[in-house]
T-cell receptor, first 118, second 118 residues
Framework: AQTVTQSQPEMSVQEAETVTLSCTYDTSESDYYLFWYKQPPSRQMILVIR??????QNATENRFSVNFQKAAKSFSLKISDSQLGDAAMYFC???????????????FGTGTRLQVTL | DSGVTQTPKHLITATGQRVTLRCSPR?????VYWYQQSLDQGLQFLIQ???????AKGNILERFSAQQFPDLHSELNLSSLELGDSALYFC?????????????????FGPGTRLTVL
C-alpha cells in the first residue's frame, strides 16, 4: 500500500517570501501521479499542482512549483512571493496511474498548515 | 466552483441515528468518490462508484453504504452513528475511474458535508 508523509504540521512565511513544504511517499509502483491540494478555511479542496512520475521536468503553476525527486520519493512544494491568500492547509496526495480497483483513489498526507504573516 | 454539489452543507444528529449525504457530480463525469476528513484519521478514501457500479472500496465501515443512481448522483448512507463519525465528508467526481489505461482525469471536489454527531 502507498503511504504519504508530511513531516511539517505547521509552517510560517512572511508575505512576499518563499516557503517550501515537504512531502515524502512510499510506493512500489513506477508510474503514478502526485498532487498538492490547498484547503483554505472554507474547507474546499483546491488542486494546486500535479506531477506525473514519468516526467522528469518539475511542474510549475505560476508562483507554485515542485521539486520531484523520484529516486528519493520526495515531492516538495515551493511557494514564491507568498500572499495572504496562500494561508491554508496543504495536502500532498498520491494516485496510481493504473486504472483498476482502488488505483484511482487519492492517498493523502496529514497536511501542513501554512501561516502567512505581514 | 468545482461543479460538484453536495447536500446538506451541515448535518447535526444524535448517536444511533441514520443520515444520508447526497452528491451530484460534474456534468459528464461518470465516477464519484467519497472521502472522509476527520481529526483522528485525516483524509481517507471511502468508496468509489463508476457509472452506477461500485468500483473500489477503501476504509469504509460496514455501517456505511453508498450507491450511484442512473442519473449519476450518489448517496452515502451512514447508520448507527457514533461520536467518532463526526467529520467532513467530501464527494469528488472525475470523467473516468475504472478503465485500464494511462489517461489522467482530475478529481474535482465538492464543498463537503459537515456531520456532527452529538
Amino acid at each position: 500500500a502507498q503511504t504519504v508523509t508530511q513531516s511539517q504540521p505547521e509552517m510560517s512565511v512572511q508575505e512576499a517570501e518563499t516557503v517550501t513544504l515537504s512531502c515524502t511517499y512510499d510506493t512500489s509502483e513506477s508510474d503514478y501521479y502526485l498532487f498538492w491540494y490547498k484547503q483554505p478555511p472554507s474547507r474546499q479542496m483546491i488542486l494546486v499542482i500535479r506531477q506525473e512520475a514519468y516526467k522528469q521536468q518539475n511542474a510549475t503553476e505560476n508562483r507554485f512549483s515542485v521539486n520531484f525527486q523520484k529516486a528519493a520519493k520526495s515531492f516538495s512544494l515551493k511557494i514564491s512571493d507568498s500572499q495572504l491568500g496562500d494561508a491554508a492547509m496543504y495536502f500532498c496526495a498520491y494516485r496510481s496511474a493504473e486504472h483498476t480497483g482502488t488505483a484511482s483513489k487519492l492517498t493523502f498526507g496529514t497536511g501542513t498548515r501554512l501561516q502567512v504573516t505581514l | 466552483d468545482s461543479g460538484v454539489t453536495q447536500t446538506p452543507k451541515h448535518l447535526i444528529t444524535a448517536t444511533g441515528q441514520r443520515v444520508t449525504l447526497r452528491c451530484s457530480p460534474r456534468s459528464g463525469d461518470l465516477s464519484v468518490y467519497w472521502y472522509q476528513q476527520s481529526l483522528d484519521q485525516g483524509l481517507q478514501f471511502l468508496i468509489q462508484y463508476y457509472n452506477g457500479e461500485e468500483r473500489a472500496k477503501g476504509n469504509i465501515l460496514e455501517r456505511f453504504s453508498a450507491q450511484q443512481f442512473p442519473d449519476l448522483h450518489s448517496e452515502l448512507n451512514l447508520s448507527s452513528l457514533e461520536l467518532g463519525d463526526s467529520a467532513l465528508y467530501f464527494c469528488a467526481s472525475s470523467v473516468e475511474g475504472g478503465v485500464a489505461g494511462g489517461t489522467y482525469n482530475e478529481q474535482f471536489f465538492g464543498p463537503g458535508t459537515r456531520l456532527t454527531v452529538l
